[in-house]
């Protein structure tokens, strides 16, 4: 079983920062990419911020500039760092990631922790 596990989410006024971790643990054999989603009331889920296996970043324009996802393989820690947020920036955050277990790659996602950005 793998799980993933996000920390450091809560509330900020716009202009500020927060950083969001998260940490993958279980029966892992390797992790591919791993990245973010967010999700705000009466939206879908989009897609945030994503990190390969060899740390290439790649971001949704809304966020360019603002976010800078990275990665620690020896953790298999995810973390977004997050500045000049936005009221809009709003959000639950999911972490996800391709994960390698004893059962094979499968896609993993973790609970979520809320972003809120005051304005």
């Known amino acids: 079983q793998v799980q993933l596990v996000e920390s450091g989410g809560g509330l900020v006024q716009a202009g500020g920062s927060l950083r969001l971790s998260c940490a993958a643990s279980g029966s892992i054999v390797s992790i591919n990419h791993m990245g ?5 009331p009466g939206k879908q889920r989009e897609f945030v911020a994503v990190i390969s296996s060899g740390g290439s970043p790649n971001y949704a324009d809304s966020v360019k500039g603002r976010f800078t996802i990275s990665r620690d393989n020896a953790k ?6 997050m500045n000049s947020l936005k009221p809009e920036d709003t959000a639950v955050y999911y972490c996800n990631g391709l994960v390698d277990g004893i059962r094979g ?14 304005s």
């Open 36 to 40: 973010w989603y967010r999700q705000a």
């Open 76 to 81: 298999n820690t995810v973390y977004l760092e």
């Open 105 to 118: 790659p499968r896609n993993y996602w973790g609970q979520g922790t809320q972003v809120t950005v005051s």
